[in-house]
């Protein structure tokens, strides 16, 4: 009776350099598409755990399958637990079975995923002080790096103005 998972996709033309690019190349790109972009999978917080996330993947693998690849720019699922290390040292981690630490880059592994590299700038938020005060709830008094609950990296403020630039780690999946 209700919607409890989403899941995005645009075809594009060429590797897409961060998670934003696939929008204007999906529209404005030169060449017809070679691969189908991922842009998001969203599954309410009830429903998690249950396996949606990999029927979600399977089906954009599926609607891959004319491109011959489905390339996605993953946001870690516990990089936030560990903004101080550099997103190329983290993809790096490797529980004892050899399978990625992180939950989310290892379902994408798991469903046929390879880790293609990392984007350090896959978004980016830029505001006032007091903009961010409103979107954290907290005050940050001096310029410098700010860790905020939930962000990836920290966020970076000079002259009053704060910088955030996530990264994202980008997979591919090559389908037929």
């Known amino acids: 009776e209700r919607v409890v998972a989403e899941g995005n996709t645009v075809p594009v033309h060429g590797q897409p350099a961060t998670w934003r690019d696939a929008f204007p190349n999906a529209w404005e790109g030169d060449g017809p598409a070679d691969r189908l972009c991922a842009l998001a999978i ?25 491109f011959g690849s489905l390339v996605a720019p993953v ?36 469903s046929g995923g390879r880790i ?26 001096a310029d410098g790096e700010a860790i905020v609950p939930g962000a ?11 910088t955030y630039r996530e990264p994202c780690v980008w997979l591919e999946h090559r389908v037929e």
């Open 75 to 110: 946001r870690p699922t516990l990089k936030e637990r560990y903004p101080l290390i550099p997103i190329g040292d983290y993809v790096g981690w490797r529980g004892p079975d050899g399978a990625a630490l992180d939950p989310w880059i290892r379902r994408h592994e798991r």
């Open 152 to 162: 990836l990296v920290p966020v970076r403020f000079e002259n009053g103005y704060g």
């Open 42 to 66: 969203v599954v309410v917080p009830d429903r998690r755990h249950g396996g949606l996330s990999a029927h979600l993947i399977e089906h954009m693998r599926e609607l891959a399958a004319p």
């Open 116 to 141: 293609l590299g990392t984007a350090e700038e896959a978004m980016l938020v830029e505001g006032s002080r007091e903009e961010w005060r409103a979107w954290t709830g907290r005050d940050v008094p």
